[in-house]
């Protein structure tokens, strides 16, 4: 057994891809070896800003003999083809064949023994294939060669062992060497095990395991964050991208000016998270920033990192000050003097400015006005501004602060605290997990800027493909979906949509139905994958979309519960047999007799009691149903269906549904029929499965 | 050269200058032309086109109208000088001969912290794009690392390393001032003192943002535009590359002066960027096509 260290030592590779590329590494090169039938023990991969590397254990040091069986012609076939046949399997003569025998007579079989290889050459094979078919995000070409990489790849590292596999990718030759830090350790290290490996790269301040790196980071982070009685604000995307910025961390704390903590914290943390990289600090006491931070080097520096430290306090007061700039700046500006310049950002191509989506938003969100319960004027005036911000000096620095330095704008102008938090909450919620608006005027905007962008997508054909999907419609999509079913909104989604979709640009009716239709079914999609998170059934699901008119979100989950509930019990699982045997018999029979059994079932030409039983037990459930319905009592409507349980069992049970008399047979299919129309005013059974 | 590198802003040109030229790179002049970055400088532009190999540093002075502050904010200038390196190839060592230019200018790596973080590179004017990362120190980004992929629209044969280092704000860094107008520029004036960045370039800034934002005439730059855009056909037909490029990065300029006027909508800033691609990818393709920009074996063939 041997073990294979390989490590591919290259310039800056960008943070967010270092962690893919390793598992891509690994995945790449363990089923190429599996392919090869060389099996291995444990994988572990892993990366640092210089290097993706893969340690594997357990390799066999050859791969395993084969031998192949390949059939030839049959005994007493022409010369020519028998030759033919051992020259392909590089065989002398017949005799080195074994004879086979089928129902046909005999045949040759050739044996071809193939000696497994070393386990090194099927690596040295291996890997340059996995370099150069390797798949970056972005790759490149430098100096005069032609591999791709992400950045130069300067070595290889690549041992079996301890022994050094012998390839070459494009003039780079495998090795045992590597280098360490890029300043603390720039010198060769020669490593041929991994445990020498890790051990040297220490030494060199390298920190191989991303984990460990992370640990280290925050270790020291709350370590400074304690002593000075604050408390970090957790942020694990951040500390996962740091640590694919540094091979050998350390934390440092640094003071901003006072003066800036005037300054929304938002955008303070934004500022130093996304441009700096820096955590923020908070007091536990009063719950408010620090004016600290944290920040992590790639260094030991040899004054204990003052000079690093200033540089840092003088990059971020420098950084603080054109927010503080841009703060003052942009309420000298009223909101809603800006809603002009939303003429120079263009929405999208075909769907106008975002003045002009703007302009489409304002009647929707009245109208869902009346169904939130909302007041008119704070919705007018939350729909009118929600944009505004996005022509701020703050916003145009910092695009992630949208909505939320809007409704700080607002609240300084002193406009109402509902018309604020509509335009933060407007774009609510991103997601499965985002806090959803729950007060009537954010719903209500919420709303109407989710449905305009999805129908004005529809209408000019740019709707998400497969995994593409560049404007997060899937999203859109399911943040109506939330709004609507947690704020319990009753509303019929197809009119909405078509009072959205009349507002596009250009829109035509033929073009704006097919659009509607093919969005709602997009809203079906999407709602079971809700529900499915949920744990609903996606065929019940299916089986309420089916019916007609289905677009009220609130009424088709409850049906969809109902459903559910139902189907968990006897009755219902009973029930749905019943309906399938009727289905079944009812498409034999139509096919047959070349027409539909949808006449009504008359009494004189039943005999028997379980059929007039049935009948009657129909008729009284249909009313029940009927009457269940129209209130919405879906439970109601369960449990009247619940009651031909019995009666379509008799049924089957003591009646020949395919009597001699034809007229008969007919009344009996048409009674058939009754069960289906009736089960289907619920729900469309045919949908479910089981 | 002595210990103390000169820390003043002139200071910091000559020892660049000096590090690279040790280096072999030709030592140009700065391009007598307005033009927005280092880049547009045809001994980037269109030495990074073709199979012969070229090392150049120069200073460009680099005019962004619409950065314009009228000289009140102490950070942002219409017009700022980049240090511009290309080496093609890209050598093997590129990144330590760039550290090692940090240490000559007195960033020592021992007590900062120097970073290489992904940033990649595209001019949608210029029909180019490369990978490569900013360059930080201690948190602040001193320069732009690029190896460019493709100008013009077309692959690049050989791969140049591109070093671009935003010399203000270096100079801020190493004298440690927030307030670029009070950089040491260098001289001496007659009280003994040196020159600042606001002595030399203070009025020019007030004036220029003027001109940029209220004065530039948009009628005769819309004009001009067109000129040097049917001047650059023009000349792309007399296989004349050098020439013609000039009147791209003029008609490039142009096109700032009017963004910054105001005068160009949205929809129609694409379509110009779009015209000025166009004139940059018919320069390269003649410049692939003339005796710098293309191998001489080709020629005896």
């Not at chain 1, 991208?241 to 800036?260: I, K, R, S, Y």
């Not at chain 2, 090692?100 to 790596?109: E, Y």
Request: charge should be negative; glycine fraction near 6%.
């Amino acid at each position: 057994m041997a073990d294979l260290l390989l490590e591919l030592f290259s310039e800056e590779i960008p943070a967010r891809m270092q962690v893919d590329a390793a598992r891509q590494l690994d995945s790449a090169v363990s089923k190429k070896l599996k392919d090869a039938g060389v099996e291995v023990e444990s994988a572990k991969h892993f990366s640092t800003p210089r290097r993706i590397g893969l340690y594997l254990t357990g390799l066999p040091k050859e791969q395993p003999d084969v031998s192949e069986e390949r059939k030839g012609p049959r005994v007493g076939a022409p010369e020519k083809a028998i030759e033919g046949f051992l020259r392909s399997a590089g065989l002398e003569n017949v005799d080195a064949c074994e004879t086979r025998s089928d129902k046909k007579g005999e045949f040759y079989v050739a044996v071809i023994e193939k000696k497994g290889r070393k386990t090194a050459d099927v690596i040295a094979e291996i890997v340059p294939e996995v370099i150069r078919g390797f798949h970056w995000p972005k790759s490149m070409r430098w100096g005069t060669g032609s591999l791709r990489w992400v950045r130069p790849l300067h070595s290889i590292l690549c041992t079996l062992d301890g022994k050094v596999v012998e390839f070459e990718v494009e003039g780079i030759q495998s090795g045992e060497l590597t280098h360490g830090h890029r300043f603390h350790g720039p010198e060769e290290i020669k490593a041929a095990t991994f445990e020498k490996y890790t051990e040297r790269l220490k030494d060199s301040h390298v920190i191989l395991e991303r984990v460990e790196r992370k640990d280290i980071i925050w270790n020291e982070a709350t370590h400074f964050s304690e002593s000075a009685r604050l408390e970090l604000v957790r942020d694990d995307a951040l500390l996962e991208e740091v640590a694919g910025l540094v091979e050998w961390p350390m934390a440092l704390m640094g003071t901003f000016d006072e003066a800036f903590l005037e300054v929304p914290e938002e955008v303070l943390v934004t500022a130093m998270r996304s441009h700096q990289k820096y955590f923020a600090l908070r007091d536990p006491k009063t719950g408010k920033l620090a004016n600290r931070f944290i920040f992590v080097t790639n260094l030991e520096p040899e004054d204990g990192g003052s000079a690093i430290t200033a540089g840092n306090e003088r990059v971020l007061n420098a950084r603080l000050a054109d927010a503080k700039f841009f703060w003052d700046q942009d309420r000298k500006v009223k909101l809603e003097t800006r809603i002009e310049k939303l003429k120079d950002i263009v929405f999208y191509d075909k769907l106008g400015t975002v003045y002009d989506k703007v302009q489409r938003l304002k009647p929707l969100a009245v109208e869902l006005a009346a169904v939130t319960g909302a007041n008119v004027k704070p919705t007018e005036q939350a729909v009118a501004l929600a944009k505004a911000d996005l022509v701020t000096d703050m916003v145009y620095e910092f695009p992630e602060l949208q909505g939320i330095m809007g409704r700080y704008y607002a609240l300084a102008e002193g406009l109402d605290e509902s018309v604020g938090d509509a335009i933060r909450d407007h774009y609510a919620p991103q997601g499965p997990a985002d806090r959803c608006p729950s007060s009537p005027v954010s719903i209500s905007v919420a709303l109407a800027d989710k449905i305009d962008t999805l129908i004005g997508f529809w209408q000019i054909d740019e709707k998400p493909t497969g995994s593409r999907d560049p404007f997060a419609l899937r999203r859109a999509a399911l943040g109506v979906i939330r709004l609507i079913l947690e704020n319990e909104l009753r509303i019929n989604l197809v009119d909405r949509i078509m009072y959205a979709g009349r507002q596009i640009p250009n829109s035509q009716a033929t073009k704006l139905d097919a659009a509607a239709d093919d969005l709602l079914s997009f809203f079906a999609d999407r709602l079971k994958v809700y529900l499915r998170d949920k744990g609903a059934r996606h065929d019940l699901i299916d089986a309420v979309f089916a019916l007609p008119k289905q677009d009220d979100l609130v009424a088709i989950v409850a049906r969809v519960e109902a459903l559910g509930a139902f189907l968990d019990t006897d009755d219902g699982k009973n029930l749905l047999a019943g309906y399938k045997r009727a289905v079944n018999i009812l498409r034999i029979e139509e096919k047959k007799d070349k027409t539909s059994f949808d006449a009504k079932p008359q009494k004189k030409l039943m005999s028997e009691a379980a059929e007039k039983e049935l009948a009657d037990a129909i008729a009284e459930a249909n009313k029940a149903i009927t009457a269940s319905l129209k209130v919405e009592n879906y439970k109601g409507a369960m449990a009247a269906v619940a009651h031909l349980r019995a009666p379509v069992d008799s049924f089957f049970d003591d009646v020949k549904v395919n009597d001699k008399d034809k007229d008969v047979r007919a009344n009996r299919l048409n009674l058939l029929n009754q069960i289906r129309a009736s089960l289907e005013g619920v729900a469309d059974f045919s949908k479910i499965e089981g | 050269m002595t210990d103390a590198p000169d820390r003043s802003f002139q200071g910091l040109i000559l020892t660049l200058q000096q590090y690279w030229a040790a280096q072999g790179c030709v030592i140009l002049q700065p391009y007598d032309m307005e033009m927005g970055a280092g880049t547009f400088h045809p001994a980037t532009t269109l030495r990074a086109l073709g199979p012969k190999p070229w090392n150049a540093a120069f200073v460009q002075p680099s005019r962004r109208p619409t950065d314009g502050r009228y000289g009140e904010n102490p950070n942002r200038f219409q017009h700022y000088y980049q240090f511009q390196v290309i080496l093609k190839p890209s050598p093997e060592n590129i990144q330590q001969l760039y550290l090692d230019s940090l240490a000559a200018l007195g960033i020592d790596w021992r007590n900062h912290d120097i970073r290489f973080v992904e940033d990649d590179w595209e001019s949608p004017t210029l029909g180019a794009w490369g990978l490569g990362w900013e360059v930080w120190c201690d948190g602040m980004e001193v320069s732009q690392f690029t190896y460019f992929q493709q100008v013009g629209g077309f692959d690049v044969e050989l791969v140049s390393g591109e070093l671009t280092y935003g010399l203000e704000r270096l100079a801020m860094y190493v004298q440690g001032t927030d307030n670029g107008f009070d950089l040491e520029f260098g001289g001496k004036k007659p009280d003994g003192k040196p020159f600042t960045y606001g002595d030399v370039f203070h009025q020019s800034e007030v004036e220029f943002s003027a001109y940029n934002f209220e004065h530039a005439d948009t009628d005769t730059l819309f004009q001009h535009f067109k000129d040097h855009e049917a001047e650059c056909a023009k000349l792309l037909e007399a296989k004349l590359p050098l020439p013609a490029y000039d009147q791209c990065i003029k008609a490039s300029h142009c096109f700032n002066l009017l963004d910054a006027r105001g005068v160009i909508s949205v929809t129609e800033r694409q379509a110009y960027i779009g015209r000025v691609r166009e004139l940059s990818k018919g320069c390269c393709a003649a410049w692939l096509d003339s005796p710098q920009g293309r191998s001489d074996k080709q020629e005896d063939a």
